[in-house]
C-alpha cells in the first residue's frame, strides 16, 4: 500500500452505534489530520496530531474522539451521533505538521440514520 | 486568521478551451499556496504547490499557477482541458508558522469544473 489510505470506504450508521474510523499513512509523515467534508460547505479541520500528540481539536463535539498510537496509524472514533455528522471525512498527513502539502486518503463516507 | 475565497462555485467549458480558477486570500503574514483536485467519491490530489522562489508553479496534468502577493491571488490555469478534468477543485492557504507553532490550512469553498465535449 503506498500513500494514505482509509478503512472503512462508506458506514451507516445509528445514532445509538459505536463505530470508528481508521487511516494509515506509508508516507513517514509526522502529522495527521481529521478533516469533515460536508455538502456546500468548505472543509473544516477537526484534529491535528503531530508525533502522536495531539495539537490542534477545531471545537470539535465530544461524541469525535480522535486516537493516535503512533505516527503512522490515526483512529476517529464515533459514538451517539447526529444526522448533521453526515459527512465525508477525510484524513491527511504531512512532514511536519502545517507546514509543507498535506497528502489525503480516499476518506470514509459516514451515514448517520 | 487567514481565508480563502475561490471567485467561482462552478465553470462550464468546451473541451479543448483555456480555463482559469480564481482564488484570492488574505493573511497577516506569509503564506504557503496549494490547489487540490477532487475526483468524485475520492480523496484530495495535490496539483501544486507554492512554498517559495518562482511565482509561477507548474503541477500535474498540465496545470499552472502564479502567485500574485500584491493582489493575494493565486488563479489556477489549463491552456487547453479535457473531458477528464472535471472535477471540483480547492485552494488553500497555509500560514509559515515558525517555532512550535503550526500553521493551519484553511481551504476555500470549492470550484466545480465541468468540461463539456
Known amino acids: 500500500e503506498t500513500g494514505v489510505t482509509q478503512t472503512p470506504r462508506h458506514l451507516v450508521m445509528g445514532m445509538t452505534n459505536k463505530k470508528s474510523l481508521k487511516c494509515e499513512q506509508h508516507l513517514g509523515h509526522n502529522a495527521m489530520y481529521w478533516y469533515k467534508q460536508s455538502a456546500k460547505k468548505p472543509l473544516e479541520l477537526m484534529f491535528v496530531y503531530s508525533l502522536e500528540e495531539r495539537v490542534e481539536n477545531n471545537s470539535v463535539p465530544s461524541r469525535f474522539s480522535p486516537e493516535c498510537p503512533n505516527s503512522s496509524h490515526l483512529f476517529l472514533h464515533l459514538h451517539t451521533l447526529q444526522p448533521e455528522d453526515s459527512a465525508l471525512y477525510l484524513c491527511a498527513s504531512s512532514r511536519v505538521a502545517g507546514r509543507y502539502e498535506q497528502y489525503f486518503g480516499p476518506g470514509t463516507r459516514l451515514t448517520v440514520t | 486568521a487567514q481565508s480563502v475565497t475561490q471567485l467561482d462555485s462552478q465553470v462550464p467549458v468546451f473541451e479543448e478551451a483555456p480555463v482559469e480558477l480564481r482564488c484570492n486570500y488574505s493573511?497577516?503574514?506569509?503564506?504557503?499556496l496549494f490547489w487540490y483536485v477532487q475526483y468524485p467519491n475520492q480523496g484530495l490530489q495535490l496539483l501544486l504547490k507554492?512554498?517559495?522562489?518562482?511565482?509561477l508553479v507548474k503541477g500535474i496534468n498540465g496545470f499552472e499557477a502564479e502567485f500574485n502577493k500584491s493582489q493575494t491571488s493565486f488563479h489556477l490555469r489549463k491552456p487547453s482541458v479535457h473531458i477528464s478534468d472535471t472535477a471540483e477543485y480547492f485552494c488553500?492557504?497555509?500560514?509559515?508558522?515558525?517555532?512550535?507553532?503550526?500553521?493551519?490550512?484553511?481551504f476555500g469553498q470549492g470550484t466545480i469544473l465541468t468540461v463539456h465535449p
Open positions: 507554492y512554498l517559495s522562489g518562482s511565482t
Open positions: 488553500a492557504v497555509s500560514d509559515q508558522a515558525g517555532g512550535t507553532s503550526y500553521g493551519k490550512l484553511t
Open positions: 493573511s497577516s503574514v506569509s503564506v504557503y
